[in-house]
């Protein structure tokens, strides 16, 4: 018989909570709540005999998609999340290795820090009045992956040349594509033709929209013919997940 390091985890939350399999892991969604209302999710990465929890970043993300100003989330967090034995790098507060038997009580530490941790930057940092998600946006990738994103022309299919604000140069040589999109008719248009007309193996492009507007299923069902889209208030998670830390 396999050894399955989740069953422990299962058999312990799927009674009382949410808990989905993800490509390298399990996802669980607890009871605990971010300022929004939202549900914590906790993510848990597992070998043989140790387990690793991690919010992956949404409790950051949760102060940006509120329009909080974070220069540097890491440095204002770490004293916060160390006091609890947990660790915060790129956004993402996360635990030491810990023995696989020790899953339920990785998911519920995490879940309780990142949930305060998102109620203290909701206290005690600066709220823009007027939030202007693209230039969150472009803070957070500056911030994360430094000289490795730049704002990039590149030729498509039709010769013709599109510029993205955005571009990550990923490890395998690759490009990472976040393409910001306002809510409007001519923004939609301009961002799905651009990144279908770009689309390529080399490429992995996501389309980026901010879910605290109102947008229609049809808007987004056609954003998602250009690329995978992804509400801003995920973007951090998403964004560093596909790029690989």
């Known amino acids: 018989m396999s050894y399955d390091p989740f069953t422990l985890v299962l058999r312990e939350f799927t009674a009382l909570s949410a808990a989905e399999e993800t490509e390298d892991g399990l996802r669980v969604t607890t ?3 971010y300022p929004s209302n939202g549900l914590v999710r906790v993510t848990l990465r597992a070998g043989r005999e140790t387990v690793v929890a991690s919010d992956e970043g949404e409790a950051v993300g949760e102060a940006l998609s509120a329009g909080i100003v974070l220069r540097n989330p890491d440095k204002i967090l770490r004293t916060i999340v160390r006091q609890q034995g947990l660790d915060i790098h790129g956004g993402v507060i996360s635990t030491s290795k810990m023995p696989i038997e020790a899953a339920p009580l990785a998911i519920l530490l995490v879940a309780n820090v990142a949930k305060e941790a998102a109620q203290w930057l909701y206290d005690h940092q ?4 007027d939030r202007d998600f693209r230039k969150l946006l472009a803070e957070f990738l500056k911030k994360t992956f430094d000289e490795r994103v730049a704002p990039t022309t590149i030729i498509g299919a039709s010769n013709k040349p599109h510029k993205f604000a955005h571009v990550i140069s990923l490890h395998d040589e690759r490009k990472l594509i976040v393409d910001p999109v306002q809510n409007d008719p001519s923004s939609i248009n301009a961002r799905v033709v651009a990144n279908l007309d770009v689309k390529s193996p080399k490429l992995v492009q996501r389309i980026v929209y901010d879910d605290e507007e109102d947008w229609s299923a049809a808007d987004l069902n056609l954003l998602s013919v250009g ?11 998403v964004i560093q997940r596909v790029a690989g830390g």
């Open 126 to 129: 600066k709220l823009k009045r």
């Open 227 to 237: 690329a995978i889209t992804i509400p801003f208030s995920q973007s951090p998670s």
């Open 31 to 33: 009871h605990c709540m």
